[in-house]
């Protein structure tokens, strides 16, 4: 059942091509132009009432809905708030029947963000839910449902449904750009077009995973290490960081670049490792400036960049790259690496890689 694999968690990070590929499917329209979501049946004037949208989801989720909330207000132009679950349900938040609710659960089956649904739902609030189990309490009660075709994920570290989470993302970002045409054909298209290359990019990465293996190697025998990127590259970077510290037990701190000098340059001492993301184009210099204080307090750096960058390895210790693809949907290829990390330093240091100490796949308590 592990079809040829070790663990359920590689095979999962294996099988996100296909994931990718199944999530996009039949809602990329055949022209290849366009984005199909009929399982959204919200009119064009549903759609153009909607003033502010709430994201709300648990962990990896969670993370899933930062990216998502760029995503949103980049191509649609409404304002998104992304909120944990167990927060969102106690802190009174301000939902209307112009609100658009969106939860995000693999199992669908998380009590905080069941509870959260039904929150947003008593408020009058639609609700939409991206999920990967057809027929969850979070399918069955939501308004919509866009299903993520990741295929059961047995692993307790979430992997290809975060992903298939991203994907389910620029699809709805997409769809609501095309309803509020807050986006040009043309910019609709180039974005499909460098969707559907995402599944070939995975690959090229996992081409690459013994690369990763060393990091994860060295990375395993620290006690303490720090994830750092701005913008899309910190949302995953917290995603990263979540991976490792749940499988491999090292702990980790993700942080915004920027924020660094802020307190926790403090911490920064000989040989500790930081994980840099350096993937978008547009705050490259200021990462890289960044990871210059870091390097100057003896950190071990290493550094993902875009391909063809020749830029970072001047500044760094180790390199990884990136194919190339749009700096919005670089989070659905600079995730793989840190995930492959998460595995490998698991494995380096003899843990049960699918079944980590306390935790549990689905979290049906509060
Ligand atoms: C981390 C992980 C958890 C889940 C979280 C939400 O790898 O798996 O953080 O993402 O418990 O679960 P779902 O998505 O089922 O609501």
Redesign the pocket.
């Known amino acids: 059942e592990k079809a040829g694999f070790d663990h359920f968690m590689l095979k999962e990070i294996y099988e996100q091509p296909k994931a990718y590929r199944d999530t996009m499917g039949a809602r990329l329209d055949p022209s290849g132009t366009k984005v199909v979501l009929d399982e959204v049946k919200m009119s064009k004037e549903q759609i153009g009432a909607i003033r502010n949208v709430h994201i709300v989801?648990?962990?990896?989720?969670?993370h899933a809905g930062l990216v998502g909330k760029s995503v949103i207000e980049k191509l649609a132009r409404i304002p998104v708030e992304v909120d944990v679950a167990s927060e969102y349900r106690y802190r009174s938040p301000i939902i209307t029947p112009n609100t658009l609710v969106i939860v995000?659960?693999?199992?669908?089956?998380?009590a905080d963000?069941l509870a959260a649904l039904r929150e947003a739902k008593r408020n009058g609030a639609r609700v939409v839910a991206i999920?990967?189990v057809v027929g969850s309490s979070?399918a069955r009660e939501a308004d919509d449902v866009i299903v993520t075709w990741a295929g059961p994920e047995i692993a307790?570290?979430?992997?290809k449904?975060?992903t298939s989470q991203l994907i389910a993302f620029y699809l709805f970002g997409l769809y609501l750009a095309q309803a509020l045409e807050t986006q040009d054909a043309a910019a609709v298209a180039e974005i499909v077009a460098h969707l559907k290359e995402l599944p070939e990019k995975v690959e090229r990465i996992l081409e690459q995973a013994e690369a990763i293996k060393e990091w994860a190697e060295q990375v395993s025998t620290h006690d303490n290490l720090f994830f750092i990127g701005r913008g899309l590259d910190f949302a995953v970077a917290q995603e990263g960081s979540?991976?490792l510290k749940?499988i491999s037990y090292i702990h980790s701190e993700a942080y915004a670049a920027g924020e660094l000098k802020h307190g926790t340059l403090a911490l920064i001492e000989e040989g500790i490792p930081v994980i840099a993301l350096a993937i978008q184009d547009d705050l490259f210099e200021k990462t890289v400036s960044n990871i210059k204080e870091v390097k100057a307090r003896g950190a071990h750096v290493f550094g993902l960049h875009t391909e063809g960058e020749t830029e970072l390895a001047k500044s760094v210790d180790q390199v990884f790259e990136i194919p190339h693809t749009l700096p919005l949907l670089s989070p659905a290829l600079s995730v793989v690496p840190l995930q492959l990390l998460s595995y490998y330093a698991s494995l380096a240091r003899g843990n049960d890689v699918d079944k980590p100490r306390n935790?549990a796949?689905?979290?049906t308590v509060e």
């Open positions: 989801a648990c962990g990896t989720a969670y995000v659960s693999q199992s669908g089956e998380t963000t999920t990967n979070v307790v570290a979430s992997t449904a975060y979540l991976k749940e935790l796949k689905s979290v």
